[in-house]
């Protein structure tokens, strides 16, 4: 059962870019039927928000300072279960996306997205729908078919993408340099490269790791 859209959906906007709230709150602001009861930088502030003000809808980038987008999403949902969350990122990696629907999101969409489109998926995801646009569906169904690294794997590659090599890394998690070579060639053939710079590349564009 869907859920009963309210007169008007108050929405908050996390996004530690002053002009790109600005721009949601201008976006937001037209619109007869909703209206914008909060603005945060960061996902510490939007949680404040959230405890104080319970919005209907939350409109959220990936990249915050201080606590993640996906961190702050979780936070979110276990201080409101039935909170209506929309990520609005510049990352468009496959990853990224499963990623931000399983912490919690109802839906994804990226920062080049129509402002009709936006307002659109905004008012679905109130009423309790879960908007999918097909190349979001299209992202999500070529990473289904894809092997999923490890969470070590990860952390591994990540390190990778740092410059160490494998004695480093070793160092760094504790275990020998002959397992971290078992591991990248693990990573190796899961992301079908044959080289570290190759796979810290593939593993950045899908969204796999992140370099601040």
Do not use: W
């Not at 914008?36 to 209907?56: F, N, T």
């Not at 399983?102 to 679905?124: E, H, M, N, P, Y």
């Amino acid at each position: 059962m869907g859920a009963v859209t309210p007169d008007r959906i108050r929405v908050l906007c996390v996004d530690d870019h002053p002009i790109v709230r600005e721009g949601l709150e201008l976006i937001v602001g037209r619109q007869p039927d909703m209206e914008l009861i909060g603005s945060a930088a960061s996902g510490e502030e939007a949680l404040d928000i959230v405890k104080a003000h319970r919005p209907d809808v939350t409109l959220i980038d990936l990249r915050l300072p201080g606590l993640t987008g996906l961190e702050t999403i979780r936070a979110m949902r276990q201080l409101d279960p039935q909170a209506r969350i929309v990520v609005l990122t510049m990352y468009q990696g496959d990853e990224d996306v499963y990623r931000a629907l399983q912490a919690g999101a109802a839906a994804c969409l990226f920062k080049d997205t129509l402002s009709t489109d936006l307002i659109r998926v905004v008012r679905d995801v109130c009423a309790g729908r879960s908007p999918r646009a097909p190349h979001i569906e299209a992202l999500l169904q070529e990473r289904a078919r894809r092997p999923a690294l490890t969470p070590r794997e990860i952390q591994i590659i990540a390190l990778v993408a740092e410059g160490m090599r494998d004695r480093e890394i070793a160092r760094v998690l504790s275990i020998s340099a002959e397992t971290i070579g078992v591991h990248m060639r693990n990573i190796f053939a899961k992301l079908d490269v044959n080289d570290r710079i190759s796979a810290v590349n593939l593993a950045m564009r899908r969204g796999v790791i992140h370099l601040d």
